[in-house]
Structures are given as structure tokens and as C-alpha cells.
């Protein structure tokens, strides 16, 4: 048995050379595609370097916006204390911005103000959803026409290594593509 990661449109956004990936970056489109998958998503694109990322909504709602006094840039972050030593700003000083205590400092001032927490410690954060994961099964349950034995092969290849049968063609009576090889079907409940 086997697990893999479902792929998703979010997990596949953001994967170098991936198709959608491809589709946001060096389409003559990707402007459109990627206002059509902000639309369809949220989150918001932003430029890193010559290439543009996807940020999803739970790092949205977790991160903080500031913005750039002269020149009206504004900036994601969703560490205070890198953000606050990136641009020599204590994270006292954020809050501040943040909560609307101050107005402006370094050049900065708040997108948004949020209200002040009354106990103490930070707000409680979004969790990101667990990708998921699925079960592939390599095997398949064959029923011998001489004996009239049925029995499950979880692992096809060994089985073909080990009774000196070409693998290729019981894969392909396990997908349905062959009747039978060998003397071996698979297995239909419904058959009398």
C-alpha cells in the first residue's frame, strides 16, 4: 500500500514548473489567470523576485499589513519580530501601529487597526488544513480458473518475480485491460 499527497490548485500554485505555476507566471494571460484565482481562492499574489507567489487566506488572517508612507507600498508580513528587524522597528513599536495607539513612526503607518487584545498573549492564529492523503492499493484479488482458489496479491511485481511470470500482463488483468494470464482473472464477486 502506498499514500500520496492529493494534489490540490493552492498546493500546485505555488510549484516551481507545475502547470498552474506556469499558467501565473509566464502566461501572456497570467495577470487574468491570477485575478480569476484570487477570485476563485482568495489570498492575494505577490511579486518575490521576478516570479509571484500566492499567499491563502489562513496566512492572511494570520499576518499584518503596513504601509509605506511616501511612497503608499503596502507590505505583508507575518513575523513581527523579522519584519522589526528588517526595517529597525521594535515590535512594540508595530503593535502600536497595529492597535492605532500611533499614527506613524519610521515612515510607516498601519492598513488596517485591530482591536487590543484584553488578556494577555497573542491572538489565538488560523491553522492550515493537513493536505490530504490517499491510499493506493498496488494489489488486486485474482481467482485461479484451474482451482477455483481466489486470493489477493498485494504486491503484483513480487508476485510475478517470485512464480516467473511477466508482471506487465498481470497488471494488465488487474486493470481490467486482459481477460486472463496464466490460468488467472481477477476476481468478480458477482460471477457464479
Given at each position: 500500500m502506498e499514500y500520496r499527497e492529493v494534489k490540490t490548485e493552492q498546493s500546485e500554485v505555488n510549484r516551481r514548473g507545475s502547470r498552474l505555476w506556469i499558467k501565473m507566471n509566464d502566461d501572456s494571460k497570467s495577470k487574468l489567470h491570477r485575478q480569476k484565482f484570487v477570485e476563485k481562492n482568495g489570498g492575494f499574489f505577490t511579486k518575490n523576485g521576478r516570479y509571484w507567489e500566492w499567499t491563502d487566506n489562513v496566512t492572511l488572517n494570520?499576518?499584518?499589513?503596513?504601509?509605506?508612507?511616501?511612497?503608499?507600498?503596502?507590505?505583508?508580513?507575518?513575523?513581527?519580530?523579522?519584519?522589526?528587524?528588517?526595517n529597525?522597528?521594535?515590535?512594540?513599536?508595530?503593535?502600536?501601529?497595529?492597535?492605532?495607539?500611533?499614527?506613524?513612526?519610521?515612515?510607516w503607518t498601519a492598513v488596517e487597526v485591530r482591536p487590543v487584545k484584553e488578556s494577555v498573549g497573542s491572538h489565538i492564529k488560523?491553522?492550515?488544513?493537513?493536505?490530504?492523503?490517499?491510499?493506493?492499493?498496488?494489489?488486486?484479488?485474482?481467482?485461479?480458473?484451474?482451482?477455483?482458489?481466489?486470493?489477493?496479491?498485494?504486491n503484483i511485481s513480487k508476485f510475478a518475480k517470485e512464480n516467473n511470470i511477466n508482471k506487465s500482463n498481470l497488471y494488465k488483468v488487474a486493470t481490467g485491460k486482459m481477460k486472463s494470464y496464466k490460468g488467472l482473472k481477477l476476481y468478480n464477486p458477482l460471477e457464479h
Amino acid at each position: 500500500m502506498e499514500y500520496r499527497e492529493v494534489k490540490t490548485e493552492q498546493s500546485e500554485v505555488n510549484r516551481r514548473g507545475s502547470r498552474l505555476w506556469i499558467k501565473m507566471n509566464d502566461d501572456s494571460k497570467s495577470k487574468l489567470h491570477r485575478q480569476k484565482f484570487v477570485e476563485k481562492n482568495g489570498g492575494f499574489f505577490t511579486k518575490n523576485g521576478r516570479y509571484w507567489e500566492w499567499t491563502d487566506n489562513v496566512t492572511l488572517n494570520n499576518g499584518y499589513w503596513l504601509k509605506k508612507i511616501e511612497t503608499d507600498e503596502k507590505v505583508f508580513f507575518t513575523s513581527m519580530t523579522e519584519f522589526g528587524n528588517k526595517n529597525e522597528i521594535s515590535v512594540v513599536k508595530i503593535c502600536e501601529l497595529l492597535n492605532g495607539k500611533r499614527k506613524t513612526y519610521k515612515g510607516w503607518t498601519a492598513v488596517e487597526v485591530r482591536p487590543v487584545k484584553e488578556s494577555v498573549g497573542s491572538h489565538i492564529k488560523e491553522k492550515k488544513k493537513e493536505p490530504e492523503d490517499i491510499k493506493l492499493f498496488n494489489g488486486a484479488t485474482f481467482k485461479d480458473m484451474n482451482t477455483g482458489n481466489v486470493f489477493y496479491i498485494e504486491n503484483i511485481s513480487k508476485f510475478a518475480k517470485e512464480n516467473n511470470i511477466n508482471k506487465s500482463n498481470l497488471y494488465k488483468v488487474a486493470t481490467g485491460k486482459m481477460k486472463s494470464y496464466k490460468g488467472l482473472k481477477l476476481y468478480n464477486p458477482l460471477e457464479h
